[in-house]
């Protein structure tokens, strides 16, 4: 072969390995260490598997990569609340259709909405919505209205993409005819990937709607999400060209950076937060003394955990459930004598005044979660501190689906079990706090204070904006004050992607990679 020949050859390989064949790339392959579970019905996965439903299914009110409500990304076009806060008019998109071919009407909003908060959904926040609507009202194919028994501000924001499934709308039509058996083996949306496979433990795969009104023309024509649980597989497949974006542990930032892999990394994406599980009578002991919840979280370095576990992509955390993304909007300041000091002889000492001095027997389960690689280590680090002041912690490594079961219930009473709880504004954070700390909801209530409870149950009803800031405020303070579970860290979230993926924003939606405008075919 002649040297020019030659050298016209390399130029044309090297064109297409660099930005031109990241164009032409047809594939998008996603390696996480955890989908938490595999469900594919929204009723039943809740927010924790919105990585790929929110591919599969639109949403009644659409948000922005950075959690915004939007009027350009849901189903509904525009959405109004009457004086009195107890009538929500949403406008409909028209000519949305499901993959069936169907059209998106009221009426699949409605089934949706009510299939959502009925007794057999696990949903999120299927609770409040429940205690609060009292009826749905379609008066047009075009235009739905919610009618809630109370004033309140909160539906949009609920049945938003920013929070769990709730507003995910699903086809009438194609379920009745079905039955939610079949449904759930093969769901059918009307998002801009329709459903094509699930192997169990190993990956699901969409494939591209041919036009959607969210992306246009795609730009890839599948997206497989991979379970992976073993990083050093993941980090291979991404070398190999095998993966285009995998989570990884924050320790291997600075190596995969060196190889020229760029990293996205979402600051304060969550608070990783300790918790206690309740009995059905609200705390069992010894939780149920203040001064041991106090002592456990004197006992945990914080700082320490941040360095060793995440490579310094974590800060301090000290307020329980503190979402931090809502503090600025409700006006709450985490003052110095807030943050948790490591002090086990303190903590020694509360325990003895508290009847245990020889410690006591502790469950601590350890698992991984999306976005937590480091989630067993983590686990391991916290019983060690706990050991040190005489707790007898015991580690228990399991799946997360079978420890949400044992939280839900109740029979791992006094047991210790940890979430990545995803960052979020002062509605988002009400929800949590609602869903995770409001006695009456039993089913995943981590705090029983009635004090809390009251507050809580004001804030649904509440329309005046400063006053819910102030009800906020207090339960931020009455969480901190009582030791209602441990906060350690906020953690910042690498994803590491291929070298010519190309432009992509993961934005700060919780359990949401928003590959929308990675995915999409729009200039």
């Given at each position: 072969m002649k040297l020019s020949v030659k050298i016209a050859t390399l130029m044309v390989l090297a064109l297409l390995s660099g930005p031109a064949s990241a164009q032409s790339k047809t594939e998008l392959t996603v390696a996480l260490s955890s989908f938490s579970t595999e469900v594919l019905d929204p009723v039943l996965g809740g927010h924790i598997v919105k990585y790929y439903l929110s591919l599969m299914f639109d949403y009644l009110v659409g948000t922005t990569p950075d959690g915004q409500p939007s009027k350009e990304g849901g189903i509904a076009t525009r959405w109004e609340a009457s004086a009195d806060h107890k009538r929500w008019t949403f406008h409909l998109r028209k000519g949305v259709k499901f993959h069936t071919g169907e059209e998106l009407t009221?009426?699949?909003?409605?089934?949706?909405?009510?299939?959502?908060?009925?007794?057999?959904?696990?949903?999120?926040?299927?609770?409040?919505?429940?205690?609060?609507?009292?009826?749905?009202?379609?008066?047009?194919?075009?235009?739905?209205?919610?009618v809630t028994k109370d004033p309140t501000l909160i539906i949009p924001t609920y049945l938003s993409r920013s929070l769990s499934t709730e507003g995910m709308v699903l086809p009438k039509k194609y379920i009745e005819a079905n039955g939610d058996d079949a449904f759930a083996r093969k769901p059918v949306g009307s998002g801009p990937f329709r459903f094509v496979e699930q192997v169990t433990?190993?990956?699901?795969?969409?494939?591209?709607?041919?036009?959607?009104?969210?992306?246009?023309?795609?730009?890839?024509?599948?997206?497989?999400?991979?379970?992976?649980?073993?990083?050093?597989?993941?980090?291979?497949?991404?070398?190999?060209?095998?993966?285009?974006?995998?989570?990884?542990?924050?320790?291997?930032?600075?190596?995969?950076?060196?190889?020229?892999?760029?990293?996205?990394?979402?600051?304060?994406?969550?608070?990783?937060?300790?918790?206690?599980?309740?009995?059905?009578?609200?705390?069992?002991?010894?939780?149920?003394?203040?001064?041991?919840?106090?002592?456990?979280?004197l006992a945990v370095n914080r700082a320490e955990i941040a360095q060793a576990i995440f490579a310094g992509k974590a800060d301090p955390a000290s307020i329980p459930m503190g979402l931090s993304w809502s503090f600025r909007d409700i006006g709450f300041k985490v003052t110095p004598e807030m943050a948790y000091a490591h002090d086990p002889a303190r903590a020694r000492k509360l325990l003895a005044d508290a009847g245990h001095p020889n410690g006591f027997a502790l469950d601590v389960y350890a698992f991984q979660l999306p976005g937590l690689p480091e989630g067993k280590a983590f686990a391991e680090a916290v019983a060690g501190y706990w050991q040190k002041i005489g707790v007898k912690?015991?580690?228990?490594?399991?799946?997360?689906?079978?420890?949400?079961?044992?939280?839900?219930?109740?029979?791992?009473p006094g047991a210790v079990g940890y979430y990545n709880i995803a960052n979020r504004d002062w509605i988002g954070t009400y929800a949590i706090l609602e869903k995770q700390a409001y006695g009456p909801s039993k089913a995943n209530d981590t705090v029983n204070d009635v004090e809390i409870d009251g507050m809580i149950a004001q804030i649904t009803r509440q329309t005046d904006k400063d006053k819910i800031s102030s009800l906020m405020r207090n339960i931020f303070t009455r969480l901190r004050s009582e030791h209602y579970g441990v906060p350690v860290v906020y953690l910042h979230s690498p994803y590491a992607a291929s070298k010519t993926l190309g432009k992509w924003n993961p934005g700060s939606v919780m359990y949401d990679l928003f590959f929308d405008e990675l995915a999409s075919g729009k200039k």
């Open positions: 009221s009426e699949d909003v409605k089934f949706s909405l009510q299939r959502a908060i009925s007794k057999r959904s696990t949903t999120g926040y299927a609770g409040p919505l429940r205690t609060l609507i009292a009826d749905i009202e379609t008066p047009a194919p075009d235009r739905v209205v919610i433990g190993s990956h699901i795969k969409l494939a591209a709607v041919d036009n959607h009104w969210r992306i246009g023309t795609p730009r890839f024509k599948t997206v497989t999400f991979k379970l992976v649980p073993e990083e050093a597989t993941r980090i291979a497949i991404l070398r190999r060209g095998e993966a285009d974006v995998a989570d990884v542990s924050r320790e291997r930032v600075k190596e995969l950076e060196g190889e020229g892999f760029p990293i996205h990394v979402r600051r304060e994406e969550a608070i990783l937060h300790m918790w206690f599980v309740l009995d059905q009578d609200g705390w069992p002991a010894p939780m149920k003394d203040r001064r041991v919840r106090e002592a456990l979280n912690a015991k580690l228990i490594p399991v799946d997360y689906p079978a420890f949400r079961k044992l939280w839900v219930d109740r029979k791992a």
